[in-house]
């Protein structure tokens, strides 16, 4: 997308933005429905294939079937071809067969498994499943195969590394088949993998033990005083009349920030953290001793250590560096935000006491005494096409590079849409996008960015171009109801389409780190850039228009209040989650921690005196240290706090800066995973990472 008058057109041609009435109306909607009809029968008619992906679209069941099996097949022969060289004479081209590999049959994989996400037939998302189950089924035998490992190894001990990439490359496949216990004796080896299946099975028992957890509380009206109407009439009731509910974030969450009886909100919050105490507390004990007995095992003092040694903090130590410099550095300010929460919370109830209950509502309260925001009415300001036509004129000015739709390109369902993304200047094609933006039955709901083939330089000399698709859960527009974005939805379409640009401007030569395929801790620091600029007035109005007439963006006044009640009471908010971060480093740090014991100990000391409320125990309802985030979930304040550095650093006083942008794309994003994420960063922004920007733009913006 590119100019005013390309910009017009699309408008015109999506039909999103201008309402008309009377007899316009119906002559719009004809039109419309006539050239609707038009586009669905040249889409019928042809279709057209995006050059250089092997991504396959519109597959049944039964060819999902038959393409995993000769997805397997083909590893099967390559990793036998690999296995049969003898370790004298293994050479680079011998090793690096496995990356090709790798490279030519992951746009195969994802053509197999992204069916369950998208499709809109049961059968194809059951194939999909499968497929998926039988694909990572053999990918983990090949994982462990020592046949193939002693060759990899003998070529890494010769060190003939052709470039960084490739030795980078050669040094993750050894440490990828040494985490398997490769390295190990056969007796060690096997408790290795009798381990990591135990820990798989009791990680999935917590998450099971939650999702089975039906726990609801019964309130009357007056108990739910402050709750919205629309709410009220979602909840079960009882034959006597009370309100049912669940012990779901999406009950839990409403009555802790809108409920004005502190006792519901107590006795809520109660109920919540009391969830699956005596079944998830043994469960998560039994966890972390096996997860420091298996990384002892691989040679490392904890589970900490083990889990933060392939990320950019490195050591356990250096992550509680960090969570200690954020937390003191904020302390002052959270303490000013708990002191107006307290007085608030006295004009409204009187003496009795602020607790951790409390924290949610009367942010709340605060907020909407002192920002004039109405979201709901914001709401209207957002249609999503003309937000999609910001991002686009945003990324094309930031970084070089042009969104074009393709017409006519294969799609799985109507509402996709797919774009060629290109250098601005050369007009080198870079990657593909699809955008599935909008809900329907059978799909994922919820937002992210999915990699359907890595970028890569073949054998043969050519490159394979990243594409990738977003998937979102929107409202669409029917009728005269236009698709609108919640400015929540606003931020985290910027924050996926940080995600789509970092995969499509990654330029490594082999595709293990290509796309997104980073150090974890440097994976979202893109996406979180990028959310800087909805808070900004000159983006907010490039992005806004109110649905009825877009020539009528966001006032200024409306722009500055979005501005500061971003960081409202972010220092308090910021030491919670802190609180948690600290909790899982030490249980994964240390042994035989009492983790009620340890809980009670932190609570006050990091929410500055605020005790743990009576009769919970957070750790039996915490899943993130069970699965996925295990000894990292300070990750996302790690990301938050480098992001903010590289945006007040290059970007705050220059937000449409191409020099800048290029610079970032050619620093940060274009390397990929095979070079250290703490360098790229240094060598864009001149010096090493800091934190002081994040605290900075906290502390300018509260109080």
């Known amino acids: 997308m590119e100019g005013d008058r390309q910009m017009s057109k699309m408008k015109s041609e999506r039909r999103k933005i201008i309402a008309f009435t009377g007899t316009a109306a119906l002559l719009a909607i004809v039109i419309n429905f006539a050239i609707s009809a038009f586009h669905s029968h040249n889409q019928k008619r042809r279709k057209k294939d995006l050059p250089g992906s092997e991504v396959r679209i519109n597959l049944s069941g039964s060819e999902i079937r038959k393409l995993a099996d000769q997805i397997i097949a083909k590893s099967k022969e390559v990793h036998d071809a690999v296995a049969s060289v003898p370790i004298d004479k293994v050479t680079y081209q011998d090793v690096i067969s496995l990356a090709e590999l790798e490279a030519q049959q992951f746009p195969l994989i994802q053509s197999c498994i992204i069916p369950r996400f998208i ?39 010769k060190g003939e590394w052709i470039n960084s990439e490739a030795k980078c490359y050669i040094q993750c496949l050894v440490r990828d088949f040494e985490g398997n216990g490769l390295s190990l ?14 820990i798989d099975e009791l990680s999935m028992q917590y998450i099971r033990n939650l999702n089975d957890d039906c726990t609801s509380l019964l309130f009357s009206d007056s108990e739910l005083d402050g709750l919205p109407s629309e709410f009220l009439q979602s909840l079960d009731r009882t034959e006597n009349g009370k309100f049912k509910v669940n012990l779901r974030s999406n009950h839990v969450s409403p009555v802790l920030e809108l409920c004005k009886v502190g006792v519901t909100r107590r006795k809520v919050a109660q109920a919540y953290g009391q969830r699956c105490n005596e079944a998830n507390m043994p469960v998560l004990e039994n966890l972390v001793q096996l997860r420091h007995k298996f990384s002892r095992l691989l040679g490392y003092e904890n589970y900490a250590d083990y889990a933060v040694n392939s990320r950019m903090a490195k050591t356990s130590s250096k992550v509680f560096e960090f969570l200690e410099d954020i937390s003191t550095s904020l302390s002052d300010l959270a303490s000013k935000e708990l002191a107006s929460l307290k007085d608030l919370k006295k004009k409204e109830e009187g003496d009795s006491p602020f607790g951790i209950e409390d924290l949610l509502y009367y942010v709340k309260r605060a907020e909407e005494q002192t920002f004039e925001l109405d979201f709901g009415a914001l709401k209207h300001y957002f249609p999503l096409n003309l937000v999609l036509h910001g991002i686009f004129k945003i990324f094309q000015d930031v ?47 919820h937002t992210c960015v999915l990699p359907l083939q890595n970028g890569s330089l073949l054998s043969s000399g050519v490159r394979q171009v990243p594409v990738v698709l977003l998937i979102a859960d929107f409202d669409k527009e029917v009728g005269d109801h236009p698709g609108l974005l919640r400015f929540s939805e606003v931020v985290n379409l910027f924050h996926e389409f940080g995600h789509v640009v970092h995969h499509i401007c990654n330029r490594a030569s082999l595709a293990r780190f290509s796309g997104l395929r980073v150090d974890p801790d440097f994976v979202e620091i893109p996406s979180q850039l990028f959310e800087n600029w909805c808070y900004e007035s000159s983006i907010l109005k490039l992005i806004s228009g109110f649905h009825q007439d877009i020539t009528r963006p966001i006032k200024d006044d409306i722009c500055m209040s979005i501005k500061r009640w971003r960081h409202s009471f972010s220092a308090l908010k910021l030491r919670q989650e802190i609180l948690y971060c600290l909790f899982d480093q030490i249980i994964h740090s240390a042994d035989n921690v009492d983790f009620l014991e340890l809980f009670k100990y932190l609570h006050p000391k990091v929410m500055l005196g605020l005790p743990i409320l009576e009769g919970t125990n957070p750790a039996s309802c915490f899943p993130h240290s069970a699965i996925g985030y295990e000894a990292a979930c300070y990750s996302r304040i790690w990301s938050k706090v480098f992001a903010a550095d590289v945006f007040a650093s290059k970007f705050h006083d220059g937000l449409l800066n191409q020099y800048v942008g290029l610079q970032f794309r050619s620093k940060v994003l274009a390397p990929g995973g095979a070079k250290d994420a703490v360098e790229s960063l240094s060598d864009f922004l001149g010096r090493e990472p800091s934190i002081q920007a994040f605290v900075d733009s906290i502390a300018l913006s509260s109080f």
Request: glycine share 6%; net charge neutral; hydrophobic share 35%.
């Open 119 to 157: 499709s809109t037939f049961e059968d194809v998302r059951r194939a999909s499943a499968e497929a998926e189950r039988r694909i990572d089924m053999h990918m983990s035998i090949c994982s462990k195969r020592e046949d193939v490992y002693r060759v990899v190894k003998a070529f890494a001990s």
């Open 185 to 198: 004796t056969l007796a060690k080896r096997e408790e290795v993998q009798r381990l990591r299946a135990q």
């Open 399 to 445: 970084l070089g590079i042009r969104f074009d739709e393709i017409p006519y390109a294969e799609v799985w369902h109507h509402d996709v849409r797919v774009f060629s993304v290109s250098d601005l200047s050369s007009g080198e094609l870079l990657g593909h996008a699809y955008l599935d933006l909008y809900s329907r039955g059978g799909k994922y709901g």
